[in-house]
Every structure is written in C-alpha cells, then in structure tokens.
C-alpha cells in the first residue's frame, strides 16, 4: 500500500511539473527548496523564538574511544531547545514538502523510482543500525 502512494505522489509530481523539466532547473530549484527550509528554520530561531539554539561542541568519538557506541544518544545533542509553534511548523512542513516534490522531480527525470530508494536506505539503516555512525 505504501509503494502505492509513493508511486502516486511520483506520478502526480511528473504530471505537475511543466515549466522546470530542465535537469538544470530542476537541480537549482532543489538547492532553493533546500535554502527554504534552513531560513524557514533559522527564522524560528531569530524571528518567532519558538525555539532556539544552544550549541556547544559535541562527544568527539576519536578523543574518546572507551565510550560505548549505544551511549551516543544520550550524550549527543540536537543543541535545539523549545517547540515548533503552529505557524512555524506549518511554514517548515510547506518548505519540506516543495523540496520533496523536487527531488521527485529529479528522481523522475533520473528514471529512479522514490520508493526503491527509500527501502534500499531503509535496508542500510536496519543492517548497519549505529554502527553507520551518520
């Protein structure tokens, strides 16, 4: 069922998509989307203030080796603090969505399918698990 929807939002993407059929354009407007979503972002931080930032260097694994690998979650920090209000998350969720509907794009001029990517990612994180250390 969930391939169908894959391939359902993969073909009304490729039906959609008239003026940047362009590889060229559709890698800029990929770029742009993915602009879009750090400012819309860093404008939760600086203009909202629903969240905010508290960074500081993370666990160095090098400097550290004695440390068990299924402690690094909770030693490592997204340095995020407070919520999403609604408009910023709504704002986020538009932004995330014109960057997927580009990477289908792109998908879709590559002739690959969005929902084999997926499982074979899916495949990768459920073999290597931690041990992929992203």
Do not use: W
Request: charged share 30%; aromatic share 6%; hydrophobic share 35%.
């Amino acid at each position: 069922m969930k391939d169908i929807i894959f391939d359902n939002f993969q073909n009304s993407v490729d039906e959609s998509l008239l003026r940047h059929k362009s590889i060229l354009d559709i890698m800029t407007k990929l770029q742009e989307s993915d602009a879009r979503i750090n400012r819309a972002v860093a404008k939760s931080v600086t203009n909202c203030g629903c969240i905010h930032i508290e960074a500081k260097n993370q666990l160095s694994i090098e400097d550290n080796e004695d440390i068990d690998i299924n402690e690094l979650p909770n030693i490592l920090d997204t340095h995020t603090r407070g919520f999403l209000c609604e408009n910023c998350r709504e704002v986020i969720e538009r932004e995330v969505g014109n960057h997927l509907f580009y990477l289908t794009s792109l998908c879709n001029t590559l002739d690959i399918n969005l929902y084999d990517v997926l499982i074979k990612e899916y495949d990768r994180i459920h073999t290597l698990g931690k041990y992929s250390l992203r």
